[in-house]
């Protein structure tokens, strides 16, 4: 009879235990991961494509004749700056990160030169009237000495989506154009298009 | 004996407590007296339970747009739409809840409507903040929901305000055609509704201008027959400016849980319990803006109110249906509780089994009770602006400052207001 009643106290504390252990087993934990790893969550917009695009539009623009021959024609080389890439798309988007690596890659590449973009040039401004009024004479940087841009790149993100059950089709297509200031020339168009397919399940 | 008190217990244990309405009244006061971040403090120091998470979530992102806060606001949104997303399947666990104990033990997944609104507001964030791109991104957004609401046996099919709201972003994006496919389907939704809202007169005048701009002729002929305006005034654009304001108006209707007792064969009687939607108390019956010497009435173009009871009478049928399933097996397990352990845990199952028997009373209540809007088109310039507001018997109630507003050339400039008046429950 004892025994039994051992034998039920046993089994009652293990369920204890079973659901005590369920209940405090919510702990963060954190894996690092290599950038270029895909880890597709939502379907939405993320990291792998903002790279993907970069990664695409990186090459190209390096590629393609436009350079070599702004290069040969004027004996130096070409000066950019960002415009607006506007997000046309379904999703809020941050267009700034593939334009970052794009500018990265075409500074560092050492043939093309960027200037601030209209955004960042306020700024500046700023400190050099700043600096007109407080650095020393001999290292102050006096205003009408910027540098004119050739080139301004522009771009926009369009997408279209549909959707029937359980089912989505994501289609997003990146456009950059490289137009000639002077001109109003288009010397280089660049495209990226990324197409999803996402399943949900009926149950969670 | 021993299994069926389980059973009691764990049906008491499972059920929420308080309903959700009622919990919500110190921040309904707050809102009252004005103070949107103190009513934003009180949210964020009472977490909801994970199952009304959602509700959370637009309750602080809606509180923080009333701060001023429109980035956070935002933020909150997308969380809102992440969860709604995430919440699309079913729960078996939560089925199995609803079924048996009672609906608020399903995780809050939104009403249609509201979840339509929340692409309305997080657009109106952006608008505040200027971005106008990011605006239009909503009003994609809210195209895709509503085709796929349209898709659903909810009924619930066209959201008139989000489509303007829509037409009035791609307008003043310069986008004139996807204005016009909007502004249509915002007319077509106003004009056929059930909750007695007319076809604002500046969606007639939007009509008319774009049709004729686009050159629709056939369409403007059509409008012009319709609408019987005096064409000059909505066409005489050229070089103006134009001011939109927005005025909320109180808040959304709160539900209340409704007992009703219903007889089974066995003659026991059962209760079921009903949310019934409560409005909340309008001040305003008209209102006018001001922009230097020029007026112009406000319209309602939204009325929350009205399509918050619209769609419970919708959900009604199915609801009853699930009620009286589970009343049904709640008299069947309180049966086989007496049979088993006799009269008294019969009696206990059964009042068990009627105290976790309440409403789900659980919307959106931070959203307003209607939306009125107005539209001045100026020549360019700096003007002093105000709103005035009347009574129900027509008096001036009250007149709000809007500070001195610039006019340019081409653009729209977007205001809002919010008029929680002070309103004291009789319970």
Known sequence: ?204 | MSKLLCVGLLLVLLSGCASYSSSFQKIELLLEQQKPKEALLELEQHPRSNKDKLLYLLDKAMLQRMSGLYLESNASFEEAKALIDKLQGTSLVEQAGALTINDSTMSYEGDDFEQVSIHIYEALNYIALGQLDEARVEALQVDVRLKKLAEGESGYVEDAFSRYLAGLIYEAEGEYDDAMIAYRKAYKAYKNNKLNMGVPIFLQQDLLRLSKKLGLADEHETFQKAFALDESASLSQKGKGEVVLLLFDSLAPIKRSVSLLVYTDTGIPKRISMPEYQSRPSYISRARLTVGTHSMDAELVDDFDAIARASLESHKPAMIARLLARAILKANISKNAQKQGGELAGFLVDAVAMATETADTRSWLTLPKSIYLSRLMLEPGVYPASLTLFGKQGEVMMVMDLGQVEINKGKKLFMEKSFIAPYRKSN
């Open chain 1, 1 to 204: 009879m004892k025994h039994e009643w051992a034998q039920k106290m046993i089994r009652v504390s293990l369920a204890g235990c079973l659901l005590f252990g369920l209940a405090a087993c919510k702990t963060t934990t954190v894996a690092r991961v290599d950038t270029d790893s895909v880890q597709d969550l939502s379907g939405n917009w993320n990291d792998t494509d903002s790279r993907l695009v970069s990664s695409r539009m990186v090459t190209d623009v390096l590629d393609k004749k436009w350079l070599t021959t702004y290069q040969v024609q004027h004996g130096k080389n070409p000066v950019v700056i960002v415009g607006a890439v506007r997000n046309l798309s379904h999703e809020h988007i941050n267009t700034r990160t593939f334009i970052a690596d794009l500018e990265r890659e075409l500074i560092n590449s050492g043939e093309v030169e960027f200037v601030a973009s209209s955004k960042e040039r306020g700024e500046i401004r700023n400190e050099r009237a700043d600096q007109s009024e407080n650095a020393s004479t001999g290292t102050q940087n006096i205003a009408g000495e910027e540098l004119g841009a050739d080139f301004m790149l522009q771009g926009q993100i369009n997408t279209i989506f549909d959707e029937a059950k359980d089912t989505k089709v994501k289609y997003y297509q990146i456009d950059l154009t490289l137009i000639d200031l002077k001109d109003n020339r288009k010397v280089w168009v660049g495209q990226k298009k990324i197409k999803k397919i996402l399943e949900t399940g009926m149950f969670r």
